[in-house]
């Protein structure tokens, strides 16, 4: 699949997707993660020109849409149990708070 299509397809799985829990769980996946904190430093390091997903490859473009297609249309309240999980794991590892 070319990346425009592969950004294309992540948009709609994801950004465009109407529950936030579904994102929530998508974002806090332990796989998303170390990928968007790459694609999020290179942003940084270009002088935040477009968005991140502008320095994203093929390959992370293709992990990120085959982990969406797991979020994007989950029950939402797994998503939301999922999500809610992962905030407690981080604040009891004190990642936040």
Not at 19 to 32: I, L
Request: hydrophobic content about 40%; proline content about 4%; charged content about 35%.
């Amino acid at each position: 699949m070319e990346r425009d299509a592969l950004v294309e397809e992540l948009i709609e799985l994801i950004e465009d997707n109407e529950s936030p829990w579904r994102k929530a769980a998508f974002y806090s996946d332990p796989r998303v993660a170390p990928i968007y904190d790459k694609l999020i430093k290179k942003w940084l390091d270009s002088g935040e020109r477009g968005v991140p997903l502008d320095y994203a490859d093929e390959g992370d473009l293709s992990v990120l849409v085959t982990i969406a297609k797991k979020y994007a249309f989950m029950d939402e309240s797994k998503a939301r149990a999922i999500a809610l999980s992962r905030m407690g794991e981080e604040y009891s590892r004190g990642i936040i708070g």
